[in-house]
């Protein structure tokens, strides 16, 4: 979820919770009160934060997960800790929430009435060797390739220390990447390179990247319709739906979201807030939506549509027989030596990607890296030809020109890098820039609480990243 969409989301469910007498009235979310799905986010975000990431649970309390909550019900709540059964409990008045820690899968919120999911947890392993053991990309050992040039080390140095300037931006890493290797990196204090930090919807474009394995294999291509049975009878209006609409996010499924410029409160509990707090089936939610335009004609910012890319994921791990929950970790991440990113599910076991997702900040260096080559690593396409053209271009339905293959796309000019440069943006100020015109990667990651000052100073630090390459 992009954060300052986020921030507009926060502002609608309260409005949404504000008309709300009882359960919401929305057939589209389950019979539960605003206040209980806001501390079921609540909880599940804390609960990563402390067994997750390892951060200091009254820290995260006060800095992440907050913004489910409308601002007004704030007051009164508490949270409990209970590290013996990894569960973090999160009440206000008479209403609980709680979510637990189930391994390599994260943390998951629990049923308003029972404890438990509705799969078995996976182990997720690596093959690779200690990462102390490999020089960078594939290890964390320092290259033994002399540093490059064409690029000023004071001026990077100086862009590290904007980027930390305002200590109320909460920024926690900070990684520059130039000509494939590391010229900058600075960690909060508490934060080290291995910390997996919360990435929001940087995953969004994680999920761009594990699909264009499938396109690579020939198992989908993207100016097809869309293969989801329901959709496929010829009197549904969702048969023209391609994949490629998906990826533009701009299939046209009617899945509320509050950041809408023409949503209202009337219309309930906002989708796109309820996959993260409902506990729900975010495959089938999104699946069964009905349609609100045609195809490839609106540019909306909708968890549905990468939830559908998540879903034809799915789909083909188990045609193939292979295992789901394992899929990123062999074909992606232990090939670009990535050996531990955790990827958050439902209780049903779909990976939730649009936002419950954790990395270090050199896991998504190494993200953009393989964008920066042009998908290749080492040597080898991971990715199809032509993917990161895709990825980056302006998708043709959206009116702002911001958005292209679940990528953001600086076309309009707001960042301080060219407009031929693209990236992975996640609340809280999430983002991974791609700047192939300098040959830069950039990654800045941070806590909710902070993202608008530290968007101030990342965009800074980026006008000095591009002065610093001669």
């Excluded at 990431?53 to 309390?61: I, K, L, N, T, V």
């Excluded at 293969?227 to 048969?239: K, M």
């Excluded at 707090?277 to 609106?298: C, K, V, W, Y």
């Excluded at 009116?399 to 796309?409: A, E, Q, T």
């Amino acid at each position: 979820m992009m954060s300052s969409r986020l921030a507009t989301l926060a502002g609608a469910v309260a409005l949404a919770a504000a008309q709300q007498t009882g359960t919401a009235p929305n057939a589209m979310a389950p019979s539960i009160t605003p206040l209980s799905l806001a501390l079921a986010g609540y909880a599940k975000v804390l609960c990563s934060a402390v067994f997750v990431s390892g951060r200091d649970p009254q820290e995260a309390f006060h800095n992440s997960g907050y913004m489910f909550v409308p601002d007004d019900q704030l007051s009164g709540i508490t949270y409990a800790v209970d590290r013996d059964q990894k569960r973090v409990r999160m009440t206000r008045g008479s209403v609980t929430r709680a979510a637990r820690f189930y391994g390599d899968q994260g943390c998951i919120i629990q049923q308003p009435d029972r404890d438990g999911i509705f799969f078995k947890p996976v182990p997720v392993k690596t093959t690779l060797p200690d990462a102390a053991t490999q020089p960078w990309p594939m290890g964390d050992a320092p290259s033994s390739a002399p540093p490059p040039a064409g690029i000023d080390p004071a001026r990077v140095q100086k862009a590290v220390d904007l980027a930390f300037a305002d200590p109320d931006g909460l920024t926690a890493a900070f990684v520059v990447v130039y000509k494939g290797q590391i010229v900058g990196e600075r960690y909060m204090p508490g934060i080290a390179k291995d910390t997996q930090l919360e990435s929001w919807s940087m995953g969004k474009s994680l999920t761009a990247t594990l699909f264009a394995l499938l396109v690579k294999d020939g198992l989908y291509r993207i100016d097809e319709p869309a293969p989801v049975p329901e959709w496929r009878r010829p009197e549904d209006p969702r048969s023209a739906i391609r994949i490629v609409d998906l990826l533009h996010m701009s299939s046209g499924l009617r899945f509320i979201a509050g950041q809408d410029p023409d949503y209202t409160p009337e219309e309930g509990y906002p989708d796109h807030a309820l996959v993260y707090t409902g506990a729900i089936d975010a495959f089938t939610h999104s699946m069964t939506r009905p349609l609100q335009f045609p195809p490839n004609t609106e540019g909306r910012y909708r968890n549905s549509d990468p939830l559908m890319i998540g879903w034809l994921i799915k789909r083909a791990m188990r045609m193939r027989g292979e295992e789901y929950l394992t899929f990123p970790q062999r074909a992606l991440f232990d090939r670009i030596g990535i050996r531990r990113q955790v990827l958050e599910t439902d209780p049903y076991g779909n990976f939730l990607m649009t936002g419950y997702d954790y990395g270090t900040a050199r896991n998504w260096a190494r993200i953009g890296l393989l964008y920066l080559q042009d998908g290749m690593w080492q040597g080898e396409r991971l990715l199809p030809e032509g993917w990161t053209t895709f990825v980056s271009t302006l998708a043709p339905a959206w009116k702002r020109p911001v958005y292209g293959g679940l990528f953001w796309v600086n076309g309009d000019g707001a960042w301080n890098v060219p407009k031929t440069a693209y990236l992975a943006n996640g609340a809280g100020g999430q983002r991974t820039f791609i700047i192939p015109s300098h040959d830069l990667v950039v990654v800045r990651m941070g806590h909710y609480r902070g993202e608008r000052a530290g968007m101030k100073t990342l965009n800074l630090a980026l006008g000095e990243l591009i002065a610093a390459v001669r």
